[in-house]
Nanobody, 118 residues
């Protein structure tokens, strides 16, 4: 299974924004559903957003709805997660995968740390 690599994390203050990127050379993103997940310390990994390859629909967990936006740039083979109005509860390691359900992900790629703190 292809491991996708997330990048773009960092340390920000509450209310600020970050844009995460998900990429993998040689992987054709437009053939797959792409999901963003996150895992906070001591918590299970949770799915937070999904982009469907079949109908173009996007899905969001309630915890991020209205603040996060998933988008694709198929020409660049990259999927983005724009995160606005970040909160301390958004602190986690963020991962992307070629699936929208965590149990369907066979192998996780490198995540990126997002820390929201004043």
């Amino acid at each position: 299974e292809v491991q996708l690599q997330a990048s773009g994390g960092g340390l920000v203050q509450p209310g600020e924004s970050l844009r995460l990127s998900c990429a993998r050379s040689g992987f054709t993103f437009d053939d797959y559903d792409i999901g963003w997940f996150r895992q906070a310390p001591g918590k299970e990994r949770e799915g937070i957003s999904c982009s469907s390859s079949t109908d173009g629909r996007t899905y969001y967990a309630d915890s991020v709805k209205g603040r996060f936006t998933i988008s694709r740039d198929n020409a660049k083979n990259t999927v983005y997660l724009q995160m606005n109005r970040l909160k301390p509860d958004d602190t986690a390691v963020y991962y992307c995968a070629a699936a929208c359900i965590a149990t369907m992900v066979g192998s996780w790629g490198q995540g990126t740390q997002v820390t929201v703190s004043s």
